[in-house]
């Protein structure tokens, strides 16, 4: 059992592309780490690094108190989940968990022991003499688990693993990972850009974009204040409502351009008449009476899910105005023309810079 | 496809049956050539159902050969022809995986060139650059010998290039997953790539297996003493007799039996070399 400590890590391909501009973190022994973000953000190639299927170009990757920069792959203790699963096709089950360990000279007993109690683990007994191909989706994915759970590792690493999943098996495989996790207290690097399973399975997260963490917190944390509006705009769904705005002379509150709506807001920070950008998330926007209401959206769309109706629509102002969505009760019927008068807290109101989209306080 | 139209399955059922008539026509009056003595088939007509010297003429050639015509046996021929077929189709596959494997998993300065190089070599098969390599054999002392007979022959640009698509297709995830279970690139191609490209072997095998039988010009020119002899090159040596007629019947069932090791070679291997043209298990 390890921590995990990235110092300064950048990764510069041969063809001069900067896939990673400088990452420092740590992950404490036994933390499930998930880095999450959109294709393309470095996110896999971090992770790479740490397996050393890429080299590190810059900095320092150590686990433990081991420096891993120079060390193989198969010397770092280090096991991986990938997102096909990459089994051996030609081995049978057992074989499959079972590789790593011959590879390194174990036992036969000891590795007989260890793929038993993985195996005993992840139900898989019955199939231990099964080929890959002839294991569903499910299944496989649990092979992969298993051969990273039979080397005992320092460290494990998913990539994406369960993006080949069906929506339902994903869930069920999501709650496996987790309580797998915990029991064994491995330190986790779990790579996703569905922010679903960031939240749910993170001590901690690190948000990534373009090769940079935007922000590195607890899921709840990150989800209340988040640092910038990229880390806004991508966690918590549906994605938060960004409507320009500028801070109202009065100094309590801003004014969304173009329609004339105020909002109150926490403003204190901010010089009047400054343009700001207003996030607002769908979940917070609440119905109100006519008068009360601080924001009117008239509904273009409506996606009734049964638990919850989402509104699609603009506020109205001159010209098209912003677009807006609402998180409603799914009790409550919506009509496409209607005009829903809404009001949100000035703590839910969430002000970035428009410029560079920093979180403004 | 499921048509519904008699008189296009007539058409192809015809077309279907006069392709097999004109490839096994020929065959068969080999076989019935062979079964019949020697006289019968000077008598300027052709018979079409076997004759009653089967045992006998493949007696004949089996045990004493040509010998009146100035050849050899036909058992020591077959097994000369065994022994380069063999050693052309395995040293051929044992290449080319070299090759393409080095090719597809190492980064090295001039990967690609190499690459090319290979492939152009496809443009220069033996027929166009026979004296040269006949240089090269002659002054390495090769002639006259197994390794004189199959070695120039090994290269393979076109083996090479099947099993680089091959290892292409290969989830270079698979590599990464060996890498971390602490396997070196051998051992990787052993325990995994060789396993996987099972079928391309076997199907490659009965094709490089066939060439090497069929060889004939430069067993030719590389084989002066009659104990390495191929088959192929023993038949036409049957032929070019001085004052006499061709022995016919006895050239025939030396045919027939240099047919045999391919085709055997082909049912032997059929199922696994049907799997690796149409299908790759993955």
Known sequence: MAGLTFSGVRKTYPNGVRAVHGIDASVGDGELIVIVGPSGCGKSTLLRMVAGLEAISEGEIRIGERRVNELEPADRNIAMVFQNYALYPHMSVFDNMAYGLRNRRTPRNEIARRVAAAAKTLQLEDLLAR?????????????????????????????????????????QMRLEIRRLQQSLGTTSLYVTHDQVEAMTLADRLIVMNGGVAEQIGRPLDVYRHPATAFVAGFIGSPAMNFLPATVAATGSGVIISGTGHTLTAAVTACE??????????????????????ALKVAVDLVEALGADTLAHGILPGDGAGPALTVRLEGSRRVDVGDTVPLTVSPDHVHLFDPGNGNRLV | MIERRPWLNVLSHFVLCAGVLVTALPIWITFVASTHPADSLMSGRAPLWPGAHLFENYATVLDSGLRA??????????WNSLIMALMIAVGKIVISIIAAFGIVYFRFPLRRTCFWLIF??????????????????????MLNSYWGLSVPLIASATATFLFRQFFLTVPEELAEAARIDGAGPLKFLFDILLPLSRTNIAALFVILFIFGWNQYLWPLLVTTDESFYTIVVGIQRMLAVDDAEPAWHLIMATTMLAMLPPVLVVICMQRLFIKGLIEQEK
Not at chain 1, 136 to 145: D, E, F, I, L
Not at chain 1, 272 to 293: F, I, K, M, T, Y
Not at chain 2, 120 to 141: C, D, K, N, Q
């Open chain 2, 120 to 141: 152009v070599t496809l443009m220069l098969p033996v027929e166009v650059r026979i004296l040269p390599t006949f240089g090269v054999v002659a002054s390495l002392e």
């Open chain 1, 131 to 171: 080929r890959p191909g002839q294991l569903s989706g499910g299944q496989r994915q649990r092979v992969a688990m298993g051969r990273a759970i039979v080397r005992e590792p320092d460290v494990f690493l998913f990539d994406e693993p369960l993006s080949n999943l069906d929506a339902r098996l994903r869930v």
């Open chain 2, 69 to 78: 015509a100035g050849s050899v046996p036909v058992g020591m021929m077959m």
């Open chain 1, 272 to 293: 009047p008449q400054r343009p700001v950008l207003v996030g607002l998330r769908p979940e917070h926007l609440l119905p109100a009476s006519e008068d009360s209401a």
